[in-house]
């Protein structure tokens, strides 16, 4: 049994949070937006509620994207490679096919890279552009006097309260999607574990390391540094002929 | 007793159907459970739309008549033009336009807002027009009827005839007394600026009256303090949908006021501005995803089995 580290302290303590914090404000946007569903006990309470938790949602926001960026999180996990287009394809018919199956799932996390390509597509697009939109529009109605000036000297009110609406809408599509498939694991609290304690267990065999196809051009396994006693072992896999022929 | 019996007859099938001892079949459970799903989805802007909301203005009037004092010579043929255009009949005490001299004594005494400036008043010619407020609009908010409404173009407050039950609430809650009142409709009516081409700038001969885009000049002026005194409680309440009790007392300078905003902001009452289709696609979206995951989730477990 092989143990691999796979988020880090802060980005658990930061998931959690901002989990508790999209909760408050899902649940005390429902009673602002559609107020026959009495969510809380009186419309006072939800303001208060959606005002502080979205101004922890800012700071949140803004700690994902300063500690991503520093860390290089953002560039090692959720930039989108060539290779991501085939694995897109292969995640997606893992996921409406073969999982039924009983099949192993084909993407196998590793501290070098953390999430499958359709992973990546569905974090970045909700951090990068929905959970962006969300908290830009959420601070211009949060009526700080200047900001009120300009929206209601442009009448662009609906226009902020329309995206603000179709985000949240979008964000609690991603976020039903996201905890079911958060259960797909081998067991259902497998992924959930890994998001707690930061490590995820791995069945202990030696060619567990996530491996896709070599792409031309794509910056391949250096094998100039191997002892010439590993190289073999390493053509015990590789052949010469078919595997990755490197210089020729 | 009648009643009782035909009351029992259509409902006991259903409560038959519902019993916990009556043995469900397979078919009959999917039937209830599909309705109760795409009935459950459906509730939210059904629910959402039967909410009775007491109407607040926020929309800002676009345009606003002023007059230039210097310019008036006091003729008074604004006031016909308005009574003309709009009653049929020249009645001056209707005039949404008041020009009159500024005197301080007489039945009335002096007119809202306007000082004495000595014992008698110092006679000069003043014109009054509604100014547009924006929000909060205080006629609007004090008519019981949500007779007072907006109106295009230009965002225009004006009263709707057919609402307007002539209780006079709004004579006294605008603080400008710009509503005037027909006694013979036995309605109030105020200025909307002839929608759009004011008769009353047309008719002006010395140039005094003119039609301008409305701008916010409270940054420049004194702050206004709406009374509430006259919002009925119904719609008291909802004020405080959007203003918070005390939430507008914490203002400072610099820091302290950026602060002081953020503690004090709330965000829109966002369900006055409509858009319920965007409710409606994302609730059937909604429902959908939760039927497709509870497909794929069953699905995995029956396979796996």
Known sequence: ?248 | MDQHDEEMEILEPAVRSFSLDHPCSRRQFLKVGGISIIGISALGPVLARGATKPLIIVEQAQGIVVADPVKCVGCGRCELACTEFIDGKASPTLSRIKVDRNLNFGPKGVFALRQGQGNWGNGLVVQDLCKQCSHPVPCADACPKDAIVVAPPGNVRVVDPDKCNGCKICLRACPWEMISFDPDSNKATKCFLCNGKPKCVEACPAESLSYVPWRDLRNKAPHRITTTAVIPPGKAAACQECHLPGAQKIVGQGIPKFFGAVKAGRPSSLRELGFKWIDMVGTALLSVVVILVTVHGVLRSVVKR
């Open chain 1, 1 to 248: 049994m092989k143990r691999i580290y796979l988020h880090p302290l802060p980005l658990r303590i930061w998931h959690w949070m901002n989990a508790l914090m999209v909760i408050l404000l899902i649940i005390s946007g429902i009673e602002l937006r559609l107020p026959g569903i009495a969510a809380l006990p009186t419309n006072n309470t939800a303001l208060l509620v959606h005002r502080y938790a979205g101004w922890a949602m800012v700071i949140s926001c803004v700690f994902w994207f300063m500690y991503s960026l520093i860390s290089g999180n953002l560039q090692r996990h959720y930039m989108i490679r060539r290779r991501d287009l085939k694995g897109t394809l292969r995640q997606a018919k893992f996921y409406l096919f073969s999982i039924f199956k009983g099949e192993e799932n084909p993407f196998r996390p590793s501290p070098e890279e953390k999430f499958n390509p359709l992973q990546k597509l569905a974090y970045g697009t909700i951090m990068c552009i929905f959970t962006g939109v969300l908290v830009v529009t959420g601070v211009l109605f949060s009526d700080i006097l200047s900001f009120r000036k300009y929206i209601l000297l442009l009448n662009i009110m609906k226009v902020i309260d329309a995206t603000h609406v179709i985000g949240a809408y979008v964000f609690v599509l991603y976020l039903v999607v996201h905890i079911y498939m958060s259960t797909l694991g081998p067991k259902a609290f497998f992924h959930i574990k890994a998001m707690i304690l930061g490590y995820e267990d791995e069945a202990d065999e030696p060619e567990m390391i996530a491996v896709y196809e070599q792409v031309p051009g794509e910056p391949g396994a250096t094998t100039a540094v191997i002892s010439p006693e590993s190289a073999v072992a390493c053509q015990e896999c590789h052949t010469k002929q078919g595997g990755a022929d490197i210089d020729g």
